[in-house]
């Protein structure tokens, strides 16, 4: 590892000259350090094992949490600090994870331009800068004197390119400057594995623990890391830390059972005709919800995700969320003024037709939904959207911003006929309204949890 020169009150760490990570990056690379002389670990993961809205329906993902959770204590009891490079994978995850076990962290950056790097170096925006060999001006290395440059080692490392420039410099920094990485998930023939035989090539490298949940295939093809003294192979046949099934479920049972009382006073009877045969309506169609629910932060969400609290995010789980709760919050996703509104599709739910969104890269399938009375909502104050482009946006009043779409060659938004009511909607407020489902089989499984459906397909 790297021989920092440290302030006077701290003792240098250990290391030579070759282990420097500059040996690792090539030439024409400056790192800037300050801190404490800890151990630093860190985390390596080709990514994340699967999507985060799928989180409950694969175990990896929450083996993947709990081993976060384990390794926090475990780093935490030895007094270890944990290297977090912004741009890897599942940087504010750890962050928020690391903040609330309390354990310290030392945040890198790699600095693109010499503007940016000037600027995180002088406003002590991280801990760590790497940056190409900008021509540095002696006035900014005295403003930060907290900062101390490492030795200035030159040459050519195994991972240096034909013109010096690092293909994944945030992984590489990841890779140079841990002490001990633990590798939780490894994609065969991916920037990690050739990372990995880099580093444990080195003389004298530090520790690395692969985690065999998160290795799969590459435990059979990897035998140039695997044979290095310095590499440990952790298994794991159960979870590392409880997972609280029991309160888990208890918790999210009981929170829906709590309010299902109340909500079964204003949900409506599915008999006779549907509503939009006898009166003009509006839906609101609802789908899987990925990251926060409105009105969480992104760490909130992080925290639920790593407790195991977190709820099901499929469409259908969404609308149970709103029909327990009474409340349709309003987002502001998408939308240029950041309003946040509540979205509605004057089309008739029969009508509706699933139509490929290409700026957001999703299909919008009619499933799940709330229909309602449309004077029912113009009275709340919905209006239909207006479309148009810049220069409609630019005569529209700070008022009427809300209800703007604008009419781009890449999507088909004039096809669903939108509404829009700014802020959120009490459903409990509508005199009438009926809950939708996509099959006869979906509308008996809303049923059967008090919630009466009626089905798209009968």
């Not at 929450?62 to 599942?90: C, M, P």
């Not at 009419?407 to 959120?424: H, N, T, V, Y």
Request: with cysteine.
């Amino acid at each position: 590892m790297p021989r920092h020169r440290q302030e006077e009150a701290l003792p240098e760490r250990d290391g030579g000259a070759s282990e420097s990570p500059l040996s690792l990056f090539g030439a024409k690379r400056t790192l800037w350090r300050r801190g404490p002389a800890v151990p630093l670990w860190a985390i390596a993961s080709s990514r994340l094992p699967c999507a985060l809205d799928h989180w409950d329906a694969h175990r990896r993902l929450r083996r993947w949490l709990d081993t976060v959770q384990w390794l926090l204590r475990y780093w935490r009891a030895r007094d270890a600090s944990l290297l977090i490079v912004d741009g890897t994978t599942g940087a504010e995850l750890l962050r928020a994870a690391a903040r609330r076990a309390r354990v310290p962290v030392l945040t890198a950056r790699v600095a693109s331009t010499p503007a940016t790097y000037r600027r995180l170096v002088s406003k002590h925006q991280c801990d760590l800068v790497l940056s190409p060999e900008f021509p540095h001006d002696p006035a900014d290395a005295a403003a930060t004197k907290c900062y101390d440059k490492c030795d200035d080692k030159r040459g050519d490392g195994p991972l240096a390119t034909s013109d010096n420039v690092c293909p994944a410099p945030r992984d590489q920094l990841v890779a140079a400057l841990a002490d001990h990485l633990e590798v939780l998930h490894l994609r065969p023939g991916g920037t990690w594995q050739r990372l990995l035989e880099t580093r444990v090539a080195c003389p004298g490298a530090s520790t690395c623990r692969l985690h065999a949940t998160g290795l799969r295939g590459f435990l059979r093809q990897g035998d140039a890391i695997l044979s290095a003294s310095s590499v440990s192979i952790a298994v794991c046949r159960k979870s590392p830390t409880p997972l609280r099934h029991a309160q888990q479920t208890s918790s999210a049972a009981g929170s829906a059972s709590h309010i299902k009382p109340r909500a079964r006073q204003f949900t409506r009877s599915t008999a006779g005709r549907p509503l939009w045969e006898r009166t003009p309506v509006l839906t609101h169609w609802t789908r899987a919800c990925r990251g926060p629910w409105p009105g969480d932060t992104l760490e909130q969400f992080w925290i639920k995700l790593l407790l195991g609290r977190e709820q099901a995010r499929s469409a259908a789980d969404v609308l149970r969320r709103i029909l327990a709760t009474g409340l349709l919050l309003g987002s502001a996703e998408g939308l240029r003024c950041g309003t946040p509104v509540v979205c509605f599709s004057s089309l008739r739910p029969d009508q509706a037709s699933p139509h490929f969104q290409r700026h957001r890269r999703r299909w919008d399938r009619p499933g799940y939904g709330i229909v309602f009375p449309r004077h029912a909502i113009a009275q709340l104050g919905g209006q239909p959207v207006v479309y148009g482009d810049d220069a409609l946006w630019d005569q529209l009043t700070p008022a009427l911003r809300p209800y703007f779409q604008s009419a781009g060659a890449q999507s088909q938004w004039r096809a669903e006929q939108e509404w829009r009511l700014i802020g959120d909607l009490r459903v409990d407020a509508i005199d009438e309204f009926e809950v939708i489902a996509p099959t006869k089989a979906a509308a008996h499984a809303l049923r059967d949890d008090g919630w009466p459906a009626r089905a798209l397909a009968e």
